[in-house]
């Protein structure tokens, strides 16, 4: 095999630094890996909490990008389910070792060997190009638009993993916390399977696109009566009491963190005895929940409200998004940026 053409990319090289044109070489094509033209990126946050180290240290320079949505370009020797030219998209693991129990399952998201696309890996699909196990590679299916699959891939699983889990029945009373780019989804997939859906955020200029998403009350978490919800998904990145969303749980409920990672799960455990509560984390998903996503995504017409960037405005499309400015998710658009660097 020949040398490797690098691979030209935008990366952040410091915390406190901008996205800047960079390009790497990359490790040569295993023959499980593909080569994927990028076309779209989701912006997420933890794109953001990865090189402002919130996470902990992030070796730079870093590639962010872990909503990827692109063309096969190139399959290595062993690869058969996919041929250049298949739609594909890359979520937050761009390897597993396919082996494990976890692997063996499906659940690869959870691979005690598994490379993170940007925590890890740090080459992740502000690039012209990413290479991946191709085991990871989703199929995107055609009625979802390209640039609308790509927040699929970490805000629709993320939300998508603990409703198929957690909601088993029409009729379960579910509640979203927080109305931003996994709430939005959340409510949507909430609604496609028959839940009664409470979209809870302080924002009310938020409910009437909360309730064309398919919530059926809006409500502030105060303003929630409690022993109320069968399931409640706190998508917030942090800051409300943990005790306070346990306390509008019914029994049996469920309180599911996808996002506050920093926040104390700090609860009195009667509260969680007397009525048989859970509370538990969760976080993207397997190849077999990605095939369900899209699945359901396609059949119900779940799809992430989007504001389309070039990805020339990466900094600027950042800026907005720190600034809390986004309905409700930023995907950059790769065009011809990097042909002509
Ligand atoms: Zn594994
Ligand atoms: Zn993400």
């Not at 490379?115 to 990871?136: C, D, H, P, S």
């Not at 638009?145 to 939300?159: F, K, Q, R, S, Y």
């Not at 931003?180 to 979209?199: E, N, P, R």
């Not at 998403?213 to 990145?237: E, M, R, W, Y």
Request: glycine share 12%; charged share 25%; hydrophobic share 40%.
């Amino acid at each position: 095999m020949g040398a490797e053409k690098p691979i030209k990319c935008l990366a952040i090289t410091s915390k406190d630094g901008q996205l800047e044109d960079w390009e790497y070489t990359p490790e040569p094509l295993k023959p499980g890996d593909v080569d994927v033209r990028v076309l779209y990126n989701g912006l997420c946050h933890s794109d953001l909490h990865v090189w402002r180290e919130d996470w902990g240290p992030c070796p730079f320079p870093m590639v962010p990008g872990h909503e990827v949505v692109g063309v096969v370009e190139e399959v290595g020797s062993s690869v058969n389910h996919l041929k250049k030219g298949d739609l594909v998209g890359v979520g937050w693991f761009r390897d597993a070792c396919l082996e494990c129990d976890a692997c063996v399952k499906g659940d690869d998201n959870v691979c005690p060997n598994g490379v993170g696309t940007i925590m890890g890996g740090q080459k992740g699909g502000f690039a012209e190009r990413i290479r991946a196990n191709a085991a990871l590679a989703q199929l995107i299916p055609p009625e979802i638009d390209p640039a609308e699959a790509a927040p699929l891939l970490c805000a629709g699983i993320t939300v998508w993993s603990p409703i198929s889990r957690y909601v088993t029945r029409s009729g379960m009373k579910v509640g979203v916390v927080g109305l931003g780019g996994l709430g939005h989804l959340a409510l949507q997939f909430a609604s496609a399977i028959g839940a009664d859906v409470y979209a809870i955020s302080g924002t009310a200029s938020k409910e009437k696109e909360a309730r064309g998403f398919g919530a059926k009350h809006f409500q502030k978490i105060d303003d929630v009566p409690d022993k109320t919800l069968d399931v409640i998904l706190n998508t917030t990145p942090g800051g409300i009491k943990c005790a306070d969303l346990v306390n509008k749980l019914t029994y049996n409920g469920q309180l599911v963190y996808l996002g506050g990672g920093t926040d104390k799960v700090d609860v009195l455990a009667f509260d969680l005895i007397l009525a048989q509560r859970s509370i538990s984390g969760s976080a993207t998903g397997g190849r077999a929940l990605f095939r369900e996503m899209f699945r359901i995504a396609g059949l119900h017409n779940v799809r992430p409200l989007i504001e389309k960037i070039p990805i020339s405005k990466a900094n600027e499309a950042v800026e907005k998004l720190t600034n809390g400015n986004v309905r409700y998710r930023i995907v950059l658009e790769t065009g011809d940026y990097f042909k002509n660097k």
